[in-house]
């Protein structure tokens, strides 16, 4: 057998840590619903819109805290270094590369949300706990 992983093992394998991370800490409340919706929301309006809003969201206390760590883990996921160069690079990109950046983030956001599932429970504690 091979050592070579397929695309969704390799994105399989950090949505789990990140998201076995946001169950742990007190933002897993918060952090379930961002991961819930996001797919959804790509779809609808595009994803420089959606990472725009999960920008525009992202702060420092309460629910703000929660967007800039799902949109840091969602960039991660999607084998970008951070959150800003997602943004800019859903921002600037070319319309082949938009397009590949689009489903790249689309399967990360999947992943996040089928953890985030099973992983965090509607009140925000881990499943099991």
């Keep these: 057998m091979s050592d ?3 695309r969704a093992q390799r ?3 950090p949505a789990l840590a990140c998201v076995k991370s946001a169950a742990a800490s007190n933002l897993a409340k918060d952090y379930k619903p961002r991961a819930m919706a996001f797919p959804t929301m790509v779809l609808q309006s595009g994803l420089a819109q959606a990472v725009g809003f999960l920008a525009a969201k992202s ?10 760590q799902y949109f840091d883990d969602l960039a991660k996921v999607a084998g970008l270094p ?3 160069a997602l943004l800019q690079e859903a921002l600037r ?3 082949p590369r938009y397009r590949l950046l689009t489903r790249d ?3 990360a956001a999947s992943w996040l949300k089928r953890f985030c599932q099973s992983l965090i429970n509607d009140e925000g504690s881990r499943n099991g706990d």
Excluded: P
Excluded at 63 to 68: D, E, H, L, R, V
């Design 93 to 95: 990109a070319d319309l």
């Design 11 to 13: 994105m399989a394998k």
């Design 105 to 107: 983030v689309l399967d």
């Design 59 to 68: 702060g420092k206390d309460g629910k703000g805290k929660a967007y800039q």
């Design 4 to 6: 070579r992983q397929s």
């Design 82 to 84: 951070n959150s800003e």
